[in-house]
């Protein structure tokens, strides 16, 4: 079990951000000018792969599949915001860098993780010369363990009278269903008009040929390293479970279409495996 520091899978995730920025060409799909500095003493470790083989059907597929659903996430999120909501909920939050980019000015950042992650980060973004943003907060939650999100977010300030968008992503798979099914039960708790965007990895049978290459590279280096996939939801069962927990589901994107023409229309390695579907649902009134 995770006790201090990020888990490789949060590492890895930076470090395709930062490596889509250097070795992918334009359009960009997702910017995120802080993941490199984040990494630290890793930076050049984590990104090493992406830089020597930047066309390998894995290494290019994690980073379409980090940069796509972070796109999809915050493209969403800024459309809730015009619509008046300012809380904004990252969910196994992970090196996310939102807190300190622009468009985070008028928002309220709650980051959700495990507390080890957020000491390692705290300390890494004071090493790497990023001020602390003055509207974040840092919520220590393991959800796997039982903890309700909702419960830590409204001991920290959270108003759970107004809306909330919340972004889950990259985290289901590596949680039980039991788990999943618990989390969104704390969050259909929320304020009706809250949204939430959730990615879910297919199950087997629903893989195209190029899902199951990647799956099959990468289950077992994962499982390997300790954080197994453990949970798979077809489209219609995510949805199922959204609804049984007062969410209405508005949209469900295949990751290749997350980013519209700025990922299918490349002249560049940059491709998506196709292995998951984007959940956009709103809490109902």
Partial sequence: MQTEGPSTTALHTAAARAA??????????????????????????????????????????????????????????????????????????????????????????????????????????????????RRLTYVPVDMEAGECPVDR??????????????????????????????????????????????????????RGPRARAYAAALMPLVAKGGEPWLTFLSPREAADLLEEHGFEVAEQVPECDAAGPALRERADALACSGISVITHARRRA
């Fill in 153 to 206: 977010l409204v001991a920290h300030g959270f108003d759970p009278d107004r809306p909330a968008f919340v972004s889950w992503l990259g985290v289901t798979v590596y949680l039980t269903r039991e788990a999943v099914a618990r989390t969104l039960a704390g969050l259909g708790r929320l304020a009706p008009g809250s949204e939430i965007v959730v990615d879910h990895l297919l199950p087997e049978a629903l």
């Fill in 20 to 133: 889509h920025l250097i070795v992918d060409g334009e359009p960009v799909v997702f910017r995120d000018p802080f993941a490199y500095a984040l990494l630290g003493e890793w930076a050049d470790d984590y990104l090493r792969p992406h830089r020597e083989m930047p066309d390998h059907p894995v290494v290019a597929g994690l980073r379409a599949a980090v940069v796509t659903r972070g796109r999809y996430a915050e493209d969403r999120l800024a459309g809730a915001v015009r619509r008046g909501v300012h809380q904004y909920v990252i969910l196994g939050a992970g090196l996310d860098t939102y807190a300190w980019r622009p468009a985070s000015r008028p928002v309220e950042v709650f980051e959700v993780d495990h507390p080890g992650t957020q000491r390692w980060k705290r300390e890494a973004t004071a090493r790497a010369g990023l001020p602390a943003p």
